[in-house]
């Protein structure tokens, strides 16, 4: 038995013009445990960085191939539809997982066939990490619900509040009470109306767990950032993490923010769908 | 007095609130299967009924989960191209030509193509110009290796289980009926930022009620945002929600803003796992606050569930 871990793999792919062609490019897996990926996922950032920015769906054309560990495509051509999705936080399932080993490589290309550029292009390919171990022994964080126990539905709710242009905010506790444990399925965020220009397009985060281990990474090791507003999403159909994250009562985790909108204001909050779980 | 219990049948690690599309079956298989996708670049000229054969490779079979056809411009095709899909031995899989934009989905079951076989799509293109489109078959190989690893090594599969599957069943002697509850608050007068605690949503006395999704609508324009922020507490006075970071507020328990919608009305209710119970003639309580000025204060609570009826 051993445990899995979510976890979104990141490549930043930046932009591409009308009708150029990426032959290859590589995103390397973390070192500490082998990847599952199990969905495809992505979005667009127009005006990257000014007042403007928006985050939008990937076009069907734009055309991508990706290959397995042994660098056999998983795809006979460049396939229109990868990674294009109707709503943010939408991901695309795979039929069927595909392992990557750590240190491993996803090797990717890609075509823009949409007639136009298409900027701020960022990929993420959603599934789990493989540790070995039980839930105590295992080398992460990873309890679990107690052998008897009760559930009632919960949120947690976080507000934020980053001004256009604002430094990062680091390491912000996010505690869980003492009283029961936290099952956290999904997010849901939305700006606040009652602050001038809020937006959450603008907004970035990172969320670790009480030993300081992200749920997004741009390989080899590094935490990546993550669009909020991507990676949460509407009530109809909260953001989600699979398999979800159990926290122990008491416990603390704690997440990075970044407001790249250097005129609005990133204003608003998110919520911690779940429930919170009683030991008997 | 206690908060309610909800049976939980198994322990769960998988997510319970997914919808159940997203985690197709990745389980352990006797095969050795992996992800695939066949592309099929097209031409469709302007014609009458046309026949294309598509050629699958010849190292495996294939299991089709998912169709659809591409163009760069889908709009200009998803009414005006049709398409009739006939498998290898000339057996029709739609009966009639449909829209792409109506055929464009995952197929129901596995749908199997022999290594080498061939799938042909019928087309009518009434586009009035020849399109470029990608038909693409998403699915799996499947080969006949044995001591393959679906999984890795010393690793079970999470299973996915989805909500239906674990919310509480009827016991012997109860049934369950299908239930929604409204509650229309018209022109919430509550001063701006100050939260108004205790609004009464009374349960009818004839069951028990079990909430499994929750939403909130503007009351006046279909799909309109509100402007207000809810809080749900249930019929123990258990509030459901905790805000860890009041910023932006001076109360310490800030309302939920994302629960009553404010920008992020939404057409689907959220999820509420697990199952929240209320007790015949039990009396629950929404707190409110109207966040802006100006805009719409009216809408409307739908709780959607079950009641549970005992039988005789």
């Known amino acids: 038995m051993g445990i899995e871990r979510h976890i979104d793999m990141v490549l930043n792919l930046g932009t591409l013009t009308a009708g150029q062609i990426i032959p290859s490019i590589q995103l390397p897996m973390d070192s500490d445990a082998p990847f599952v990926l199990r969905a495809l996922g992505g979005y667009q950032v127009t005006d990257g960085g000014t007042a403007e920015e928006l985050i939008a769906p990937l076009p069907a054309a734009l055309l991508m191939r990706l290959a397995d560990a042994d660098g056999n495509w998983l795809q006979n051509a460049r396939t229109p539809g990868m990674v294009s999705q109707p709503q943010q936080s939408d991901f695309i399932p795979m039929a069927k997982h595909t392992i990557y080993p750590a240190r491993g490589v996803a090797q990717m290309e890609f075509e823009n066939l949409a007639g136009g550029t298409i900027e701020g292009i960022v990929i993420i390919l959603r599934g789990v990490k493989l540790y070995p171990g039980d839930r105590n022994t295992a080398p992460c964080y990873a309890p679990t619900y107690p052998d008897c126990y009760s559930q009632m539905t919960f949120q947690y709710a976080v507000d934020f509040n980053l001004a256009g242009g604002a430094a990062d905010l680091l390491n912000q506790p996010l505690a869980i009470n003492g009283d029961a444990d936290m099952v956290w399925r999904g997010t849901i965020i939305s700006a606040n109306f009652s602050i001038a220009n809020a937006q959450t397009n603008g907004l970035h985060i990172r969320v670790r767990d009480p030993l300081g281990k992200g749920y997004a990474s741009t390989g080899n090791g590094q935490a990546a950032w993550l669009r909020a507003a991507w990676l949460f999403a509407e009530p109809g159909k909260p953001g989600l993490w699979f398999p979800e994250l159990y926290i122990g009562k008491g416990q603390q985790y704690s997440y990075d923010l970044r407001n790249t909108n250097p005129a609005n204001p990133a204003a608003g909050q998110f919520t911690l769908e779940g429930g919170k779980v009683y030991g008997q | ?312």
């Not at chain 2, 992996?34 to 699958?56: E, R």
Request: hydrophobic share 45%.
């Open chain 2, 1 to 312: 007095m206690p908060t309610p219990l909800t049976l939980i049948p198994e322990t769960p690690y998988g997510n319970p609130i997914a919808p159940q599309w997203m985690f197709p079956d990745w389980g352990n298989s006797p095969w050795c299967e992996s992800d695939f996708t066949y592309t099929f670049p097209l031409t469709i000229p302007v014609a009458g009924l046309q026949a294309h054969p598509l050629t699958f490779g010849r190292d495996s079979e294939f299991h089709v989960v998912q169709f659809f056809i591409y163009a760069v411009t889908q709009s200009a095709i998803d009414n005006a191209v049709e398409v009739r899909l006939v498998d290898d031995v000339g057996k029709r899989r739609v009966n009639a030509f449909v829209q792409v934009a109506n055929l464009n989905s995952y197929v129901a079951r596995d749908w199997v193509v022999a290594p080498g076989g061939t799938q042909r799509i019928d087309v009518r293109n009434l586009t009035g110009g020849s399109v470029a489109v990608w038909v693409v078959f998403k699915g799996r190989k499947r080969f006949q290796q044995q001591a393959c690893a679906p999984v890795a090594p010393g690793f079970c599969q999470v299973d996915y289980v989805p909500t239906w599957a674990r919310y509480s069943v009827a016991p012997p002697g109860f049934v369950d009926e299908p239930y929604i509850y409204q509650f229309v608050m018209w022109n919430i007068t509550a001063p701006v930022n100050i939260t108004v605690e205790g609004t009464p949503i009374p349960m009818d006395t004839d069951a028990p009620f079990l909430v499994r999704s929750v939403s909130v609508r503007n009351a006046v324009v279909p799909d309109g945002a509100t402007t207000f922020a809810a809080r749900l507490v249930d019929c123990y006075g258990d509030r459901l929600v905790l805000n860890v970071n009041p910023g932006l507020t001076s109360n310490p328990y800030a309302l939920e803003a994302c629960f009553a919608g404010q920008t992020l009305i939404s057409s689907f209710a959220r999820p509420m796992y697990p199952e929240l119970v209320c007790p015949a003639g039990g009396v629950m309580a929404l707190d409110l606050r109207v966040v802006a000025t100006v805009g719409q204060t009216s809408g409307i609570l739908y709780l959607n569930g079950v009641k549970r009826h005992r039988v005789g």
